[in-house]
């Protein structure tokens, strides 16, 4: 069986009204190397019977945002069907389904079972601190260490 397509987005998707909320996490996405995240995880390979599987790339930033948000799996599922900023990072139409949580569960056992999980969060660690993000818990913090050169200024008169 084949991995699901995820590349078209639907005609509803054309109708979102953009908003900065919405855009949190496009740079974080923009900034990562998914096409070296994608060699990591070459080795998975879709079932060849039943229902299509989820694209690893797709599930693995499904990973990254429970880890972020300090989401549990059940937790995970609903915040990708309701959440509009979780689905654009992802990468799912909103007239596509969401993995329901024992998916993202088989998902993360596949990796800690080939030694991939701690290996692509690392990669991802660093991808990130090299350009100057750091990720914590329910946030993305991008620190601008650029060092500017500030005027002298003159102490105000009569402040001691």
Request: proline share 4%.
């Amino acid at each position: 069986m084949a991995w699901k397509n995820l590349k078209q987005l639907g005609l509803v998707d054309g109708f979102l009204i953009e908003h900065k909320a919405l855009t949190e996490l496009d740079e974080v996405n923009a900034l990562i190397d998914w096409v070296r995240i994608e060699n990591f995880l070459s080795n998975i390979h879709a079932k060849p019977r039943g229902e299509k599987s989820w694209p690893p790339v797709m599930m693995f930033k499904a990973l990254l945002l429970q880890s972020w948000y300090g989401l549990s799996d059940p937790g995970l599922e609903k915040q990708l069907a309701r959440d509009l900023l979780f689905r654009r990072f992802v990468g799912l139409s909103l007239a596509e389904s969401v993995p329901d949580h024992s998916s993202i569960w088989r998902f993360r056992q596949i990796l800690e079972k080939n030694g991939l999980l701690t290996k692509l969060q690392e990669d991802i660690n660093n991808q990130l601190a090299e350009q100057g993000l750091i990720v914590r818990a329910g946030e993305v913090s991008i620190i601008d260490a650029s060092v500017i050169e500030a005027k002298n200024c003159r102490p105000n008169k009569g402040v001691d």
